[in-house]
């Protein structure tokens, strides 16, 4: 029962509980305007007992009872309400001696009526006013019931009522209207059964195939053809939004008349719109189509006023962060380019990246090419540009930016763990002897003492003395390290590198290369322009790139060079 602080469906207040029947409880009400009501609540849990819900909704509108007020059948509520009556009961009537023939047929009548939907006399709380007969309350019938029970409880209670005189009118020809009575009466029990005969054997038609089409066109389908239909909420996708997803029974099936058919209608969740301001017209469709979203109708405009270059997504709607159903469309106004031919760049050295490429994109332009070098300025900042400051370009041309990169690695272990170098060997200078001007000696002494060495340096130098052959095995150790300048640009060695791809990246097709002293060869790819937008490319450190001399990492768009860094 959907009760929130005493208050059923939001408008009913309980004031106490009268009883319980089966899967029926019934609750004396307070509605809004005070007026005290009885409400019959329906526990409605499964297929089953929804069907014996309509077929007692349907009893209800075949007797039109003078004491129901409101009925209401929705999933999670399924009630009744009743209002007090005012009359004689039935049962007093019955007890009387002498009763109006108007209210004997009347309850005959009746009879009949709730036969045709499997109820009886006693089911009903049947008031007579003056000659009216009223139902004050209905029960529901109990499940099983059968036909000859349904008219062996009928008879029981018209005969209690046929007890004692029935009061006539009395005027002449009165006694000719005993045969249409009973002429009616008899229409009236052969109608009722009938009426329970098509109840419990209605013919079986062809559930229709309705997969597919919008909700209510399904259901008019169904209608149309005797069958109940009863909604139910799904998520699927590649459906749209209100088209049947499945139904149960599924299409094909024999069922009788008056059946229940149940339909799954597509309701998804509701997802984020993406941002797609300044993205090109694929990148948006990309983003769209990952956050379950389809593009929706595509709007050119100019962009003079928000400096947006042509191709680029103005604005969007409904715009980023709200939230809609999956697969709804989301349209796009799209730029087709600034009006004025010419514009400039300010001079951007010093520069964080981010913010040159902002300030190159609000003056109409593209960054197509970044090339890293190694400087002392700080990392990411802008060493130079292409074009020059303040040098008139075409909008939409391509930009380069040279940003500052760390000039050296810190080394792979301590220095301190690093071998040292020996020392060197300086050969000491030769004295030559001093002499006169005159042409005479000046110091006679001292000839052998800067002499007596001359003999050794020749035993240290054994040229005059050793055979042409052995010259080699002495310079051998000289030769390679005078050469070893030479053969360092073609030496073997390890690289890295790293590239971040400007958001704004045209479409194509990108391939990453390394070209060295062995030639340029593919290390990368390919990978299509839109999943590279805004990605960063990098060599793993654990696994770095294989160079010979000079190295230079190539990306190339659709085969041609589109940027170089220097690793």
Known sequence: MTVQGGVIDGKYEVVRELSREGHVTLSEVRAGEGVTRRLAWFDVTSPAARQGFHAYRAALRAVNPAGLTDVVARPGAYYAVWQP?????????????????????????????LAAHGHALPDADVVVDGKEVRVAYLRPAPEGRTPEEVQRLNAAALAALGGGRIKRKRQPGAWLTFVPGLLFLGGAVYLGAQAAQVYLNPPVR????????????????????????EYTLGDASGVDVGAVIRQDPAAGT?????????????????VPVPRLEDLSLAQARAALRDGALV???????????????????????????????RGQPVSLIVSTGVRGKETYLPNLTGLEYEDARETIRLAGLVVTRVVQQPSDAAENTI????????????????????????????????AGSLPLPPP?????????????????????????????PTPEAPAETPTPVTPPESVPQETAPTEPEAAEPEAVPDATRTVNFRYEFPADLPAGTYTISVRDADGERQVDGPYSGADLAGAVAESDPSDPLTVRGDAVIVIRRDGEEYASITP
């Open 254 to 270: 024999n069922l009788p008349v008056g059946r229940l058919v149940t339909l799954t209608v597509n309701n998804p969740p509701s």
């Open 295 to 325: 593009p929706g109708k595509i709007i050119r405009a100019d962009g003079t006023l928000t400096k947006t270059s042509e191709g680029r997504v103005i604005a969007q709607v409904p715009e980023a962060g709200a939230t809609i159903e």
């Open 424 to 452: 060197p060997v300086v050969p000491e200078p030769e004295e030559e002897e001093p002499q006169d001007p005159s042409g005479e000696g000046t110091a006679p002494a001292e000839p052998p003492t800067e002499t007596a």
């Open 383 to 414: 060493l130079d540009q292409t074009p020059a400051p303040y040098v008139r370009v075409a909008v939409g041309s391509p930009v380069t930016l040279t940003v500052a990169t760390a000039r050296y690695s810190p080394p792979a272990e301590p």
């Open 206 to 229: 062809e559930v229709a195939s309705v997969t597919g089409q919008p909700g209510q066109q399904a259901a008019r389908t169904l209608t149309d053809a005797g069958f109940r239909v």
């Open 85 to 113: 009556v005012p009359g004689t009961p039935l049962s007093e009537v019955a007890a009387q001696p002498t009763k109006q023939e108007e209210v004997v047929q009347g309850v005959q009548t009746l009879a009949a009526a």
